[in-house]
């Protein structure tokens, strides 16, 4: 059993930056993919970044700028980071990890105001 728990969401002015936390409990293998994926109001969920156990991180062509995702498995966490915030960026933003499933964390709220 894997339990996520994302943290670092808030208020943030447009310009300011982001950085959200990932971290988990239980088994996490390095081999496995992890991500994170986001949730606007009356939208569908969209991922934003993912990263392989050896670090390759690919991002979405849809997410607007540029987001920098990193993990640390000894620590069992990953990170999510961007500066320059819009107010396009506001949204859940989850962590993930798959195996033979996908588990979510419960989701952080980030807003940010113009």
């Known amino acids: 059993q894997v339990n996520l728990v994302e943290s670092g969401g808030g208020l943030v002015q447009a310009g300011g930056s982001l950085t959200l936390s990932c971290t988990a409990s239980g088994v996490i293998f390095s081999s496995n993919t992890m991500g994170w994926s986001r949730q606007a109001p009356g939208k569908q969920r969209e991922l934003v970044a993912t990263?392989?156990?050896?670090?390759?991180?690919n991002y979405a062509d849809s997410v607007t700028g540029r987001f920098t995702v990193s993990r640390e498995d000894a620590r069992k966490t990953m990170t999510l980071q961007r500066n320059n915030l819009k107010p396009e960026h506001s949204a859940v933003y989850y962590c993930?990890?798959?195996?033979?499933?996908?588990?979510w964390g419960q989701g952080t709220q980030v807003s940010v105001s113009s």
């Open positions: 993930w990890y798959s195996t033979w499933r996908d588990y």
């Open positions: 990263i392989t156990g050896s670090g390759k991180a």
